[in-house]
């Protein structure tokens, strides 16, 4: 077993449409140091706020996000949609803004492909992400003034 510790770090990005097609698009990728090797550091998580055209769904297999979300996660992802307004507030013409997680850190095949664990049991990344999504709507919307 490989140690997993390492210094954790942070790269935060935003377009303004210049490049995407995107009005809205915000992101952030956490990353730990690979103790074997620090070239490659590993992503822990990535979170991406973007406006979309794509209406909400729910993902196959997921848990829903509870009263007052429209999202869903699974131990490896998870995606919220944010409350009418919101894209308008925040300087889109598209109708709904997205957030999306990504956790490779939890990703079972990739985690297969390398010999590896994931980090916490699925469950523990389960009810993580579902909290971690909750907060993400509640506050943007609180930051943006289009709370439901």
Not at 2 to 17: P, Y
Not at 24 to 47: I, M, T, W
Not at 75 to 95: I, Y
Request: with cysteine; charged share 25%; proline share 5%.
């Amino acid at each position: 077993m490989t140690a997993r510790g390492g210094e954790v770090s942070a790269e935060e990005w935003e377009s303004k449409g210049s490049t995407t097609d995107y009005a809205v698009f915000r992101g952030c990728h956490v990353q730990r140091a690979n103790s074997e090797n620090d070239e490659y550091p590993r992503g822990v998580a990535k979170l991406v706020v973007a406006d979309t055209r794509a209406a909400p769904y729910t993902k196959e297999g997921s848990t829903l996000l509870g009263t007052g979300f429209d999202g869903w996660a699974l131990p490896d992802q998870a995606e919220v949609t944010l409350p009418a307004g919101c894209a308008v507030r925040m300087g889109s013409t598209a109708p709904y803004i997205t957030a999306t997680l990504a956790v490779p850190s939890q990703d079972k095949e990739r985690l297969a492909r390398r010999g590896e664990t994931p980090l916490v049991d699925a469950d523990t990344a389960l009810r993580n992400n579902v909290t971690v999504m909750r907060d993400v709507a509640t506050r943007l919307a609180e930051r943006y003034g289009c709370a439901d």
